[in-house]
């Protein structure tokens, strides 16, 4: 399938941002990295398992009125690397945006282990989280060195 019968399978947009090539099944924790899931003020289309020949499937994401900040996008890294940003402005693709993960993610989301130095009010410290494999996102804390998962760190964006 062609990238852009597979971009028809979402109705076109005016103005915001789509992001592509999600793995299948992570959309939800896009929504939930992004705070779009529960109280969102925008219109947001989710189209899940599309055929993709990078991916095999991918799911999809359609915000509208709202482009992606560059700390957003470095949220998105963290469940989505492979995805690809599209910006929208009156209905054509303004802006591709990149996302990587780096080495270690820097302020994005708060270790999940709760006796973490981290959490200490009075030790105001970075929130630095190292990247161990970048494949399967294996995260660990640069302090206490615990491995985080992915569905709990969601619920602990910064
Ligand atoms: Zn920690």
């Known amino acids: ?38 109280g969102a003020s ?25 482009e992606l900040t560059g700390d957003e996008l470095a949220r ?9 940003v599209a910006i929208i402005r009156a209905y054509t693709v ?11 993610v820097v302020n994005v989301v708060r270790c999940t282990f709760s006796n973490c130095i981290t959490q200490h009010p009075r030790e105001p410290l970075p929130h630095r989280l190292r990247v161990v494999d970048r494949a399967e996102v294996h995260l660990r804390c640069h302090y206490c060195g615990r491995p ?5 760190l969601v619920k602990n964006v910064i």
Do not use: C, F
Not at 50 to 57: E, I, Q, T, Y
Not at 148 to 152: K, V, W
């Open 1 to 38: 399938m062609s990238n852009e019968s597979s971009m028809r399978r979402v109705t076109a947009i005016r103005n915001g941002t789509v992001i592509d090539h999600i793995p299948a099944g992570g959309a939800l924790r896009v929504l939930d990295l992004l705070g779009l899931r529960d």
């Open 42 to 66: 925008v219109p947001v289309s989710l189209v899940m398992n599309v055929p993709s020949k990078k991916l095999g499937s991918k799911d999809i994401i359609k915000v509208e009125d709202r």
């Open 76 to 84: 998105l890294a963290l469940v989505a690397a492979s995805a690809s």
């Open 94 to 104: 303004a802006e591709k945006r990149e996302i990587s993960l780096g080495d270690e």
């Open 148 to 152: 985080q998962d992915l569905d709990a």
